[in-house]
């Protein structure tokens, strides 16, 4: 799947997925999952897409 973080929200994102990793080896991966499978259900309902994106956007 293709998505695109807003910057900021990649930078709170890495800095997640690192302090995951920091508490146990292979959270941090577990993490990436798990965000991905979420980001993978948004895409299936498109409905959802336009609304979330600008919402997480400016939020």
Known sequence: MKY???PE???EYAH???RY???QRGLGGRFIQS???ALTA?????VVGP????TFAAG
């Open 42 to 46: 948004f895409a299936k309902h498109l």
């Open 35 to 37: 965000v991905e499978i």
């Open 51 to 54: 609304c979330w994106k600008r």
């Open 21 to 23: 990793e920091e508490r």
């Open 4 to 6: 695109e973080f807003h």
């Open 9 to 11: 929200a990649f930078r």
């Open 16 to 18: 997640a997925v690192s």
